[in-house]
């Protein structure tokens, strides 16, 4: 595959403006992992391959089990995953295929048991972010397998 748009070279506001969005992510005050789980996951629903590269990176880099990784796309029928993870994973789901389903009220109810309203408030933003980066990279046609997570310091 060859790369087809260089965001930062034609138009390096498209990176500000989404880098904004993430900078505001990081600092929300969901936990770090959860953020990159539920990114990892919309990243598989749409099929980008340099986000999934990217995001299992990140997941590995803050200690996370290759089981958990592998079972992802079936977590509906595994043990490994708490209830606050599978409410934030269906809320995901849900607004990543809205045109599906338009965000169900029974999705909605359950993950108002598990996440508070400004949490639900900022993961519906983090899908609607990912989805936005994986368009853009699918679009450019960004080559997976360069990405490096930055250094943790502990």
């Known amino acids: 595959m060859k790369p087809r748009l260089n965001y930062a070279k034609v138009a390096p506001g498209v990176y500000d403006a989404m880098d904004a969005l993430d900078q505001y992510l990081a600092s929300c005050g969901l936990e770090e992992s959860l953020l990159h789980l539920v ?71 359950e993950a108002r048991r598990h996440l508070s309203e400004k949490e639900l408030a900022d993961l519906t933003l983090a899908a609607a972010a990912i989805g936005s980066w994986n368009r853009l990279s699918i679009a450019a046609r960004l080559v997976p397998g360069t990405y490096q997570p930055a250094p943790r310091t502990n």
């Open 39 to 109: 990114r990892l996951r919309a990243s598989q629903i749409n099929g980008c391959a340099y986000c999934l590269d990217m995001h299992w990176k990140d997941l590995r880099a803050l200690g996370e089990t290759e089981q958990r990784l592998y079972s992802l796309d079936a977590w509906r029928e595994c043990p490994y995953y708490t209830e606050r993870e599978r409410a934030a994973l269906a809320w995901t789901e849900a607004v990543t295929r809205v045109a599906e389903d338009h965000v169900p009220d029974a999705v909605f109810e």
